[in-house]
T-cell receptor, first 116, second 109 residues
Framework: DAGVIQSPRHEVTEMGQEVTLRCKPISGHDYLFWYRQTMMRGLELLIYFNNNVPIDDSGMPEDRFSAKMPNASFSTLKIQPSEPRDSAVYFC??????????????FGEGSRLTVL | GENVEQHPSTLSVQEGDSAVIKCTYSDSASNYFPWYKQELGKRPQLIIDIRSNVGEKKDQRIAVTLNKTAKHFSLHITETQPEDSAVYFCAAGYQKVTFGTGTKLQVIP
């Protein structure tokens, strides 16, 4: 398997523009997570899905952020409108089904977003 | 929700010495405690994990201990090598994990 695939790897945009980040999880994994990493706040969980259903979006910073998972092989994180403080590395991670409820996170390479 | 604290934030050791990183968590429902290593510009990768029914786990030069009563867990790296230099994150949770703030480990040759 190619692992978790994220696109774009780098995005530079201007304040006010819409940004869409994409993720393809590992086939067979039923959990998908979106994390944001900054120097100031570390790795923050934004939202996670189980079997394509959003389970917990309490980490989504505000209404400008939205995430969808229309099928088991694709998810998007959208920021509209973007602001300079959204600049960060956004990681998508997937996790396989496990009887122990929590399992290893397999991270994508991340999408580095810069909002000017 | 879960709150994970991690110490120290930076750690420098001589090659061959041991390194210890400590974390505490707040939610007694947490039952999964992974450790991730992140090299500069790369993704975090799991190096070892422990579940709440186990007090200690070892994998070659890496070991993790868990004290559920005190709600703390630690990562021990023995015989450190320059390639161990990275940022290490602890995490804790149930279904989802909350990450600590990270420890930047520098191994000096």
């Amino acid at each position: 398997d190619a692992g978790v695939i994220q696109s774009p790897r780098h995005e530079v945009t201007e304040m006010g523009q819409e940004v869409t980040l994409r993720c393809k999880p590992i086939s067979g994994h039923d959990y998908l997570f979106w994390y944001r990493q900054t120097m100031m706040r570390g790795l923050e969980l934004l939202i996670y899905f189980n079997n394509n259903v959003p389970i917990d979006d309490s980490g989504m910073p505000e209404d400008r952020f939205s995430a969808k998972m229309p099928n088991a092989s694709f998810s998007t994180l959208k920021i509209q409108p973007s602001e300079p403080r959204d600049s960060a590395v956004y990681f998508c991670a997937s996790s396989p089904p496990t009887s122990a409820n929590t399992g290893e996170l397999f991270f994508g390479e991340g999408s580095r977003l810069t909002v000017l | 929700g879960e709150n994970v604290e991690q110490h120290p934030s930076t750690l420098s050791v001589q090659e061959g010495d041991s390194a210890v990183i400590k974390c505490t968590y707040s939610d007694s429902a947490s039952n999964y405690f992974p450790w991730y290593k992140q090299e500069l510009g790369k993704r975090p990768q799991l190096i070892i994990d422990i579940r709440s029914n186990v007090g200690e786990k070892k994998d070659q030069r890496i070991a993790v201990t868990l004290n559920k009563t005190a709600k703390h867990f630690s990562l021990h790296i023995t015989e450190t090598q320059p390639e161990d230099s990275a940022v290490y994150f602890c995490a804790a949770g149930y279904q989802k994990v909350t990450f600590g703030t990270g420890t930047k480990l520098q191994v000096i040759p």
